[in-house]
């Protein structure tokens, strides 16, 4: 008897399941508010498919911006230079950025692609911006500052204050801003 009921019990299993119409007690015919799916299990499986390929789509186009975007944020650089030509901060990794002192208030500011200072980020087609600016919390020195291409990449840096009869070259702290096209 119990034999008899569980083949009885599968047989109703295998009919409910082979049939998504019956398988919900409203299937779409009278007051039983459910609805069957259109297609069955292929118009499903159809359905599936066409998501997953939106979704890897979508998942190319996220991809593609987020290359964008970090293009973008490398074409503006700064620095913050101390006047012995440490870089105190800086718009890229650790190390991505090295200012040289190469005479009495000039200071060549290189930038890198990375940390290891191996690679040149070449800013000669970009503008430059810089202020004489403290490095901390200190009011900034008072002077004169001027920007050109080092001819090799980086950025050439001069600071200058005002002396009793002249403008006399001095090092001096500086902030440093680079925006590439």
């Known amino acids: 008897m119990?034999?008899?009921?569980?083949?009885?019990?599968?047989a109703i299993l295998v009919v409910t399941l082979g049939a998504p119409a019956w398988a919900h007690p409203g299937n779409g015919k009278g007051g039983g508010g459910g609805e069957s799916q259109a297609g069955g299990l292929p118009g499903l499986e159809d359905r599936v498919d066409a998501l997953q390929l939106q979704v890897t789509t979508l998942q190319n186009d996220v991809s593609t911006l987020t290359?964008?975007?970090?293009?973008?944020q490398g074409q503006n650089n700064w620095a913050v230079v101390d006047s012995d030509g440490t870089v105190e901060r800086n718009s890229g990794a650790s190390e991505s950025v090295k200012a040289t002192i190469t005479g009495t208030g000039v200071y060549d500011v290189v930038f890198y692609t990375d940390g290891s200072q191996t690679s040149v980020k070449s800013v000669a087609d970009c503008a430059y911006v810089a202020t004489l600016g403290d490095t901390g919390s200190s009011p900034s020195p008072v002077g004169f500052i001027g920007v050109s291409?080092?001819?090799t990449g980086g950025v050439l840096v001069q600071t200058s204050t005002p002396d009793t009869t002249a403008i006399a070259p001095t090092d001096e702290s500086f902030h440093l801003y680079v925006s590439c096209p």
Do not use: K, P
């Open 2 to 10: 119990r034999r008899t009921f569980s083949i009885i019990a599968g």
């Open 149 to 151: 291409s080092d001819g």
């Open 67 to 72: 290359g964008e975007v970090m293009d973008l």
